[in-house]
């Protein structure tokens, strides 16, 4: 038990589904984010494969302790050869983007399998304006904030690659169908 929270563990044997570990372990952490990125298209509907979870975390000191405590409760570690407790840290998350250029710090599972795990760290659409606008997603008792699809297609447009603009139509249909609550 890390500072007086249930610890969570990750299973090699995929007796538990990742996802919902982490949207769990997440919740019970009290961890602010929000779902962007292919899992929040699959989300709110659309097919789209993905090999990762991308978040948005909230990036005050509390927020971040909880979030790094949740993803080591998990096994996770980084993909980058960094300690995992510096992104506890604010100032040296925004200290790595400007000086390795690091878009996202990306974690993994030590053991097991399960997808990388890459926070976001000076997305083009902040936390603040990403949590205003949540769309809640319920899989079971797990809820799970998700990018609206107006922020999404924000954060697609400032991707610019094939596969964005490819998922900016894809939501650009969710809008047109009226399913973009």
């Given at each position: 038990m890390l500072a007086g929270r249930p610890e969570i563990?990750?299973?090699?044997?995929?007796?538990?589904?990742?996802?919902?570990?982490?949207?769990?372990?997440?919740?019970?952490?009290?961890?602010?984010?929000?779902?962007?990125?292919?899992?929040?298209?699959?989300?709110?509907?659309?097919e789209r494969a993905t090999m990762d979870v991308d978040l948005v975390v909230a990036l005050d000191a509390p927020n971040l302790e909880a979030a790094i405590d949740a993803f080591e409760s998990l096994g996770l570690s980084p993909v980058a050869p960094v300690n995992i407790g510096e992104a506890r840290d604010p100032e040296t998350l925004r200290r790595w983007r400007r000086e390795r250029n690091m878009i996202a710090f990306g974690l993994r599972p030590t053991r097991g399998v399960g997808p990388t795990v890459d926070c976001l760290i000076d997305p083009p659409v902040s936390f603040a304006s990403l949590a205003q606008n949540t769309v809640t997603k319920s899989i079971g008792n797990v809820r799970i904030p998700v990018?609206?699809?107006?922020?999404?297609?924000?954060?697609?447009?400032?991707a610019g690659r094939a596969i964005d603009l490819a998922d900016i139509e894809a939501l650009g249909r969710l809008k047109q169908l009226g399913l973009d609550r």
């Open positions: 563990r990750a299973t090699g044997d995929n007796a538990r589904m990742f996802y919902l570990d982490l949207f769990d372990a997440l919740a019970r952490y009290d961890v602010r984010y929000v779902v962007v990125g292919g899992l929040a298209l699959n989300l709110h509907g659309v990018a609206s699809i107006d922020d999404l297609i924000a954060l697609k447009r400032a």
